[in-house]
């Protein structure tokens, strides 16, 4: 069962055993959340609801195992301190193979370990969504391979999702009446590259077979490298997507219809 935060004590009962909790910035830790938490001298959003979450009295109340995951688990990956948040498990790192053994033992009452290491997951193995997503969001690679020591993502090898299972959550969307395709990666601009520069040809045949389920195309992410290593191809997506007459620009991010990155050249 998946729920909002806020609905927990309608989720939460004598019956439950364990709750799954995926974080991207469990601390506020994050480069972004940093930056601009030092602009105001307050808290990160994602670490003043992610307290709350753990904190919520009927996690107590029912003894419920708390399991963690996410890109943000670094931030936790010691028993201090998650001591201190009530959390008993972390996945760190991909947790399609390992995190259902993992709430299984939760299930049998059996101790848990207080970490366990995802597996690296090929990319035809990553599973399809079971429903719609939030804006959309459809993941079309994993992992960056750049290899900063900062960035947990760039520490992980570049994989890109087959084309016909993005196509079918992206219709899976549509078909929820959430006509929007955010495609999602750590750079959408790579997709289908494998190595530091972009594929256009591999992008723009993606691009095509997601417009046949919807015109609200946005990317996620990009970086700025991949754009000014090739200012032709952003010229074609431009084209592909009517950026600059049916529409004025498109942005990186979960935005709206009109929410788009504009036209260059």
């Not at 972004?32 to 307290?51: D, I, L, M, Q, R």
């Not at 942005?251 to 929410?259: A, N």
Request: net charge negative.
């Amino acid at each position: 069962m998946i729920g909002h935060p806020d609905h927990l004590d309608k989720l939460i009962g004598p019956d439950t055993e364990a709750l799954g909790i995926t974080t991207h910035d469990p601390l506020g830790l994050g480069p972004a959340s940093t930056t601009f938490s030092n602009f105001v001298k307050g808290e990160p959003y994602s670490s003043h609801y992610f307290k709350e979450l753990v904190e919520n009295p009927y996690l107590q109340k029912y003894g419920v195992d708390v399991i963690v995951g996410g890109p943000g688990t670094w931030q936790l990956d010691d028993k201090r301190i998650m001591e201190k948040f009530n959390v008993d498990a972390l996945v760190i790192g991909e947790g399609e193979r390992v995190a259902p053994e993992l709430f299984k033992k939760a299930m049998d009452g059996e101790e848990l370990p207080k970490s366990v290491q995802g597996e690296v997951i090929p990319a035809e193995d990553i599973p399809n969504i079971k429903g719609p997503t939030i804006n959309g969001l459809v993941e079309i690679s994993r992992g960056c391979g750049r290899g900063c020591s900062f960035c947990k993502p760039t520490l992980l090898n570049l994989r890109h999702r087959p084309i016909e299972d993005i196509v079918e959550e992206v219709k899976m969307n549509v078909e929820a009446d959430n006509a929007k395709a955010l495609l999602h990666a750590e750079d959408v601009l790579r997709y289908g590259s494998q190595d530091l520069t972009p594929e256009p040809s591999k992008l723009l045949k993606l691009i095509e077979e997601v417009k046949k389920q919807t015109d609200n195309i946005s990317f996620s992410h990009a970086a700025l490298a991949s754009v000014a290593s090739d200012p032709q191809l952003i010229r074609e997506i431009s084209e592909l997507l009517h950026i600059g007459t049916e529409k004025k620009a498109v942005v990186f991010g979960p935005g709206g219809s009109r929410d788009r990155f504009q036209r260059t050249g």
